[in-house]
């Protein structure tokens, strides 16, 4: 398949308090792409939107080769979405839902799916209503993997989820990328897990996207810049700095186009040269567009 | 299958290069001999837990610097062992000299004070 | 209907089933309280009607709403179906699992009327206008209950159709074709009847062909 999996083109959604404007984003198949953004940002509205639950007031989606949301129910042949918010049927078991889902994709895979129960920690007897958070999440989480579909759409996966089902949850997503024709979309808080499995980030806040590019490339542009300036110094003009923080003699600048070049032009004064995690550079990022909008 | 190759996401160093240091260390050790296999890029992302994108660039890394090759549609190979063990030393004390200049910064000491404690240093092993 | 249809509405029965379940056996014990004298009689009436008006707003309600209290709604969605299709199953399959609680209740409500001696059968026709009604009233609720975006609404539709029951009974009751006949010992299918029927049937009609025309096509359903 040589469409993209995700393909949006100026959308926008207006709501009363919230409007989504001109979003756009492409997910290439064989991709895992990490969206990240405060909350009420918009990552839900942007997900649901490629699934057709939501259609958009404006702009082109397109997912699997499909127009959203006319043509949802196929290309939802081939979607596994996930949300954190989504709960099980109340009055069936798991082994329930296992049997309905396999009932209606023909791709299920019975012992991939027995393996995840195991792994997962779950009892195909349990009733729905008595499952607590974490075990939806996972529950749900099972039956999308065990279809094996094309393109994962994931709301929030790792909600509620302990140190060892978060593992093997992220474990299952990348084994999912052995196949470079199946790709990940998913937006998540937590930004550990979502800087160590992306190829692609993007980020989003207030309805728009604000950066979307490489992970690599991303991680190597932002450094923290420690300078200690002796009395009688100051810096020079400086490209692409923001965030400076005085503190007597010492200096912190953040920036997000780092290069030898611009350490240069600092000067001798440079203590450290630090790089930023992805906690870090989001937080940064979204303070730093949130000025620059002056908000 | 990789389980020795571990990646610390809080280690300061970023994972392309623990990746790269971590299969450097078992080439030059022997572990994994010249004209051995690499894992696929997929495989070892998938085995690591880590993007696609963080190996594909340890893996162009290597190639760049000589130490593994890439056979376009066969895989990716350990290149011809020599002087491998030689560059990760010569590595290594780059790594520890420009340590030893930031410290030396820090302190406060001249370059001259810096060749001096060096020289310093250099004497004091030779007597052991 | 496609395949994906046919299995969902047989989730919405296998989903409700105690529902109906239960409904359909207060039905059949009501009728047998009312086999018991004349208080039974009342009471047992009266309970039969409650059931089944009771059943029915149930499912409509818990059927609809609840999916997307629990947040169910974006698991049934993520399935591989559009928005008319999911109307379509949600519809028929409630309304297949109501009928099948009212044929026993009414069926059960009609053998007593033909089978026992103290009841006239001069009152079958009323008692089917009644029956005819009930599924009417139930095809009101969902069809309210499906293009209702709150409670509130949903709510009001429960009230005025309820409202309706005491309406027919008070109106239809005392109609003269009706009046007239009901403790006769046999039962007379007249022209009031009829059109009374009629009208009941149009309205059924109507109310489960208005989801496919409008709910079906709500472009935004979260």
């Not at chain 3, 062909?209 to 359903?221: E, M, Y």
């Amino acid at each position: 398949m040589d469409h993209k999996h995700i393909e949006m083109r100026g959308v926008r959604k207006s709501y009363r308090f919230f409007t989504l404007d001109d979003l756009s984003l492409s997910l290439e198949p064989g991709e895992v792409m990490g969206f990240v953004g405060p909350n009420g940002a918009g990552k839900s509205t942007t997900l649901k939107l490629a699934m057709g639950f939501i259609a958009p007031d404006a702009g082109e989606i397109s997912v699997l080769g499909h127009p959203m949301p006319e043509a949802q129910a196929a290309a939802k042949r081939d979607i596994g979405y996930v949300s954190a918010e989504m709960r099980l049927l109340p009055h069936a078991t798991l082994g329930w839902h296992m049997e309905f889902v396999k009932s209606i994709y023909p791709e299920w895979d019975g012992g991939y799916a027995a393996t995840l129960v195991k792994r997962f920690n779950l009892r195909p007897e349990q009733n729905a209503r008595s499952l607590s958070l974490g075990e939806h999440v996972k529950a749900t989480l099972l039956l999308a993997l065990a279809r094996r579909p094309r393109l994962l759409v994931l709301d929030e996966p790792t909600t509620g989820l302990d140190p060892v089902a978060r593992h093997e949850v992220i474990s299952e997503f990348m084994d999912v990328l052995r196949d470079d024709s199946r790709s990940i979309l998913f937006s998540s808080h937590n930004t550990v897990d979502v800087e160590r499995i992306s190829d692609r980030l993007t980020f989003i806040d207030r309805g728009r996207i604000v950066d979307s590019s490489n992970k690599e490339d991303f991680l190597d542009r932002w450094r923290r810049i420690h300078v200690k300036l002796p009395a009688g110094t100051s810096l020079p003009e400086l490209p692409n700095v923001f965030g400076r923080v005085n503190d007597g003699q010492f200096v912190t600048l953040t920036t997000n186009q780092y290069s030898e070049g611009l350490r240069a032009l600092i000067g001798p004064h440079v203590r450290e040269v630090q790089r930023m995690n992805l906690e870090e550079i989001f937080v940064a990022n979204v303070m730093y567009h949130r000025e620059v909008r002056g908000s | 299958m990789y389980s020795g190759i571990n990646i610390s996401q809080t280690d300061a160093r970023p994972m392309y290069l623990q990746i790269m240091e971590q299969i450097r260390a078992r080439i030059a050790a022997g572990d994994w001999p010249s004209g051995k296999e690499l894992p696929s890029i997929r495989a070892l992302a998938a085995a690591l837990n880590v993007s696609v994108i963080t190996i594909k660039r340890a893996y162009l890394d290597l190639e760049n610097e000589g130490v593994i090759v890439t056979r376009h549609g066969k895989g990716s190979f350990v290149a011809d062992v020599n002087g491998l063990a030689g560059e990760l030393q010569e590595e290594r004390l780059e790594e520890h000299l420009t340590r030893a200049v930031e410290i030396g910064q820090s302190l406060g000491l001249s370059e001259d004070d810096l060749a001096a404690r060096l020289r310093r240093a250099q004497r004091n092993l030779g007597k052991n | 209907m496609n395949i994906i249809t046919r299995k969902l509405i047989v989730k919405e029965l296998y989903v409700n089933r105690w529902m109906v379940a239960g409904g359909a056996l207060s039905g059949v014990a009501s009728i047998l309280i009312a086999t018991l004298g004349k208080t039974g009689f009342n009471v047992g009436a009266l309970t039969w009607l409650t059931t089944i008006i009771a059943t029915g707003v149930m499912l409509a309600l818990y059927g609809i709403m609840n999916e997307r209290k629990e947040n169910a709604l974006q698991f049934v969605l993520s399935l591989p179906l559009s928005i008319s299709e999911y109307v379509r199953a949600k519809m028929l399959g409630l309304f297949a699992g109501f009928l099948i609680m009212w044929s026993i209740s009414c069926a059960a409500a009609l053998l007593l009327v033909f089978l026992k001696a103290s009841v006239p059968d001069g009152i079958a026709p009323y008692v089917t206008l009644l029956c005819v009604f009930m599924l009417a009233n139930f095809a009101v609720v969902l069809c309210g209950a499906l293009h209702a975006q709150s409670e509130a609404l949903n709510s009001a539709v429960i009230v005025v159709t309820n409202m309706g029951v005491s309406i027919f009974m008070f109106t239809v009751g005392p109609m003269p074709g009706i009046q007239q006949h009901m403790w006769a010992p046999v039962p007379v299918w007249n022209d009031t009847f009829w059109t009374v029927l009629f009208c009941e049937l149009a309205v059924l009609v109507i109310a489960l062909t208005l989801p496919f025309v409008f709910a079906a096509r709500r472009r935004d359903f979260l």
